[in-house]
């Protein structure tokens, strides 16, 4: 069965500082990878996806993630965050060729102060 | 294109009621999908739906189900409520299952008091 873990359930950072939200998963089969935030009392908003090709997948916003599968992480990073970066992010995977269901990390709650 | 909507968007019920959730996905999407996002849980996967056939289904009690029309558009139904089903419930919806994409409406807010 798939899991997906984010290691820190809440990242205070500053402005302009940088940043890494951290993921990993378990599966027996190959997945996809997906990086979600949630603004309050909003849905999901797709960040960025490792489908396949290249590991290093980036958002229009800025954000990265880099597929590791030696080390089965999906991290997100920024290299310098904004105030309006503050929001919850979620990772999740999905089995490759398979369902729509999606396994999701327990979130982490990044909040960036001035 | 419009996104995916959610009806209604709160709602507040008493226990042992019965609630149900609607959902639009975007036009030309057949699969759509219903979370289930708490506190203490998080997100977790309720069911998909494809081309009006369940295809997958989460760990939720029977008490739980859903459909889908031939317009795609999917409800799901909720009986005998309990406390513990107050969540936000989201619905998300993609071109064919077993895809890389979903798209994400904005919940409905279900308060069991």
Known sequence: ?114 | KAGVTQTPRYLIKTRGQQVTLSCSPISGHRSVSWYQQTPGQGLQFLFEYFSETQRNKGNFPGRFSGRQFSNSRSEMNVSTLELGDSALYLCASSFTSGGSRQYFGPGTRLTVL
């Open chain 1, 1 to 114: 069965a798939q899991s997906v873990t984010q290691l820190d359930s809440q990242v205070p950072v500053f402005e302009e500082a940088p940043v890494e939200l951290r993921c990993n998963y378990s599966s027996s089969v190959s997945v996809y990878l997906f990086w979600y935030v949630q603004y309050p009392n909003q849905g999901l908003q797709l960040l960025l996806k490792y489908l396949s090709g290249s590991t290093l997948v980036e958002s229009i916003n800025g954000f990265e993630a880099e597929f590791n599968k030696s080390q089965t992480s999906f991290h997100l990073r920024k290299p310098s965050v904004h105030i309006s970066d503050t929001a919850e992010y979620f990772c999740a995977a999905s089995t490759q060729g398979g369902s729509e269901k999606l396994v999701f990390g327990k979130g982490t709650k990044l909040t960036v102060n001035p």
